[in-house]
């Protein structure tokens, strides 16, 4: 069942577009990432499902509470963390948490919540690592108990450990049953977090899909390649080509020095290795379709930061 829906969503400031034609559907329960290169639209299109930007056009619906995810309702059911968490450094985490629980009718637990994302309810703000910072962030965001929570570039600026920690907290997140909508630059982050992912480029959708969809999407190819020690005969290069499970074979050179390179899908290496024994192989090395191949071939390049607006808008 979808729990957001998103609807020929579209947004400017002023003149500029920054959301043309948004439209994806949120399963209850699931992790679902937005990708997409910097200045795409993700920020604005998470902000207007949380109810803080106004859409220019197009709708989101939220089947979150009794009144359709309106008002009050929303707020409650849609937990939010923004790029930048930024509190008094001498607020305390404990203080904090309790005080964002005082905005809401059914608040969590929060010492439980502070417990889980393995911060000490007395340590200050201004004491807090980047990690700590951001998973203080994320508790924030569920100390509402809400049944869908936002999470924006979560992990940008952490390191690999913090990064992990994050991860962990948002698997638990999921396991207790919320819906997690995740901003996020990192292909490795999609992978691990995302059920389904949604890439936008210049402000519009351009797919949606698994993880391992997308990488289909992209050719979902894999490529032998390595060197003979002697040139490959006329039949071998015909016999290779002839394999189902190969799309293409080149051979670059001709002479000793020539590099193979076969592209092709299924079991490919014992399929080669059939008509070519593995003996004949030179520093051969596999590769692989990867989710950022497919993120590059989905995005746009030339749109980027260099876009960016001369002031601010709401
Ligand atoms: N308040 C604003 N006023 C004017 N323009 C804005 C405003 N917020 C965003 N924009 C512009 O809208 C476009 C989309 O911005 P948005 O922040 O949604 O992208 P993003 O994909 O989240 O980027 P990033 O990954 O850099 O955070 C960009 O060109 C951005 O400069």
Redesign the pocket.
Known sequence: MAIITVDHLR?T??A????EDVSFSVEEGEVFGIV????????????CVAGLRTPTAGTIDLDVGPDGGAGADLKEQVGVQL?ECSLPDKIRVGEALSLYASFYRRPADWRALAADAGLDLRASFATLSGGQRQRLSVALALVGSPRVAIL??LTTGLDPQARRETWELVTRIRDRGVTVLL?T?FMEEVERLCDRVAV?SR?RVRAVDTPAGLVARAGGEQRLVFRTERPLTAEQVTGLRALPEVTSATVEGGDDAGEVTIAGTGDLLSAVTAVLPASLMRGLRMERTTLDDAFLALTDPSYG?S???S????
């Open positions: 947004k400031y002023g500029r577009v920054a959301v997409g290169r910097n200045g795409a639209g993700k920020t604005t299109t998470v902000e790029q924006d570039e901003v630059h936008i402000g930061p876009h960016a607006p002031q601010e808008e709401s």
